[in-house]
């Protein structure tokens, strides 16, 4: 069979250029780094301790029996069971909302209004995108930011949100899905937000059974910060968490809010 000179010229002008594209595709990479889940333990106390925090038992406790649980807020109902919980009991949380949540659970808003003794109230967003930035780009199947000027307006408008609601400044931001790629993350600290991680992943979005929530609690240390979430009461987070902090208390560990202390990356 002839084989004409075209037909042989394709497929070397095709490998040529997967090659020149492998080539090229580490830089195009190298700029959109793959998004990290950022984890953190408690660090200092913060030196200011705004809406009464020096007053509290926490502030002053030693470090190595501090811990500070921090609940998501992404969208959907209220956990009105978890928070009651925490009111009874008195124990102090870190509440990470979104302005998508807010607008969607004014009764939650009321009693959490009531308690700001009690409560910290942080920036989750606007509308609960994912700090990556790219187009196309997911996390959890989430899609991310086209580009920073997106990103801005999700944490600018979650922080004027919690503003209007509660009358008061956020410090903190948590992404949805707590990942964030460099440039996101640089943007977020660059708009003066501290971003706040975890060390104890206690529901995994609230999609853990009872038993699995308390075995992820009894794993808590002095300097952790456990994630859980305040959003889905359908959900067995409250189950779990509920016997959890009790153990946690009667070990003498102390909750903490995040405008207590500093918190410090872990690797
Ligand atoms: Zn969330």
């Given at each position: ?60 406790a030693p470090q190595s029996k ?33 302005k998508k949540w807010l607008l ?164």
């Open positions: 069979m002839k084989i004409s000179f075209s037909k042989i010229q394709a497929p070397i002008t095709l490998l040529a250029a997967a090659v020149a594209l492998t080539l090229t595709l580490p830089n195009a990479a190298t700029a959109q780094t793959r998004p990290v889940e950022i984890h953190d333990r408690i660090n200092t106390p913060a030196r200011s301790t705004p809406l009464g925090g020096a007053d509290s038992p926490g502030a002053s501090q811990v500070a649980l921090t609940l998501d807020a992404c969208s959907g109902a209220f956990d009105e069971e978890l928070l009651d919980f925490l009111i009874r009991n008195r124990i102090p949380a870190t509440l990470f909302v979104t969607k659970n004014p009764h939650g808003v009321a009693i959490l209004k009531a308690r700001l003794d009690l409560f910290d109230i942080e920036d989750h967003g606007e509308n609960h995108i994912p700090a990556v930035i790219g187009q196309g780009r997911k996390v959890y199947g989430i899609t991310g930011e086209p580009d920073l000027l997106h990103l801005r307006r999700e944490v600018n408008q979650g922080a004027l949100a919690i503003q209007q609601a509660f009358g008061v400044p956020s410090h903190w931001y948590r992404g949805a899905t707590a990942e964030y790629d460099q440039e996101a993350a640089d943007e977020i600290r660059h708009m003066g937000f501290k971003i706040a991680g975890f060390s104890v992943n206690a529901d995994a979005g609230a999609s853990l059974g009872q038993a699995q929530v308390l075995q992820r609690m009894r794993h808590v240390q002095g300097g952790d910060v456990i994630i859980a979430h305040m959003n889905k009461p359908k959900g067995q987070t409250y189950e779990g968490l509920a016997p959890g902090l009790i153990e946690l208390l009667r070990r003498g560990l102390v909750f903490v809010r995040l405008d207590q202390v500093d918190l410090a990356e872990i690797r």
